[in-house]
């Protein structure tokens, strides 16, 4: 079984500064891993994604994200955020025995403030 | 390509009415799935389908709701004898077999149950 962590439920920071938003997984199989942010009132869009080979993935809109399988660990993060990163974070395991279903966890509420 | 549609985007329903949502994916993925969002919580996974075949559901997926995706394009979610604990998003996302790790989602139909 899966389970995905996100440590943080809501974060605040200052535009311009850099942000790191965090992610524990568990799994007993080999796992893919994404980011999807959420927009108020709309859908998930897909940030990036840890498939496989390199550790450190970058994705759109500046964000990157580093796969630790030691530490179990996939946190996203950005050097310098705009007030319009304010957004719903997730966080999201799949594997091949789940008919890659996503397993997501409860979100990381990022507001950027002037 | 118009992206994954939902309809309607909203619901409000008496307790014990049925409601059906559709999801439209994207043209040429086989591959669709369903998730349930409730406030201040991650997506979890309902069922997903391959062509029209219903290749897993999970144990959310209560005997008062049921999933059809007959022609191995458009998909309907229906609850029956709605209850207020069915108040939540619901998501459908859309991919191919080949690239299953990497699904598009629709904007949600948010249901309202009173």
């Known amino acids: 079984a899966q389970s995905v962590t996100q440590l943080d439920s809501q974060v605040p920071v200052f535009e311009e500064a850099p942000v790191e938003l965090r992610c524990n997984y568990s799994s007993s199989v080999s796992v893919y891993l994404f980011w999807y942010v959420q927009y108020p009132n709309q859908g998930l869009q897909l940030l990036l994604k840890?498939?496989?080979?390199?550790?450190l993935v970058k994705g759109i809109n500046g964000f990157e994200a580093e796969f630790n399988k030691s530490q179990t660990s996939f946190h996203l993060r950005k050097p310098s955020v705009h007030i319009s990163d304010t957004a719903e974070y997730f966080c999201a395991v799949s594997d091949t025995n789940s008919g890659y279903a996503l397993n997501f966890g409860k979100g990381t509420s990022l507001l950027v403030t002037p | 390509d118009t992206g994954v549609s939902q309809n309607p985007r909203h619901k409000i329903t008496k307790r014990g009415q049925n409601v059906t949502f559709r999801c439209d994916p994207i043209s040429e993925h086989n591959r669709l799935y369903w998730y349930r969002q409730t406030l201040g919580q991650g997506p979890e996974f309902l069922t997903y389908f391959q062509n029209e075949a219903q290749l897993e559901k999970s144990r959310l997926l209560s005997d008062r709701f049921s999933a059809e995706r007959p022609k191995g394009s458009f998909s309907t979610l229906e609850i029956q004898r709605t209850e207020q604990g069915d108040s939540a998003m619901y998501l459908c996302?859309?991919?191919?077999?080949?690239?299953?790790?990497?699904?598009?989602f629709g904007p949600g139909t948010r249901l309202t149950v009173t």
């Open positions: 996302a859309s991919t191919t077999t080949l690239r299953s790790y990497e699904q598009y």
């Open positions: 840890y498939l496989s080979g390199s550790t």
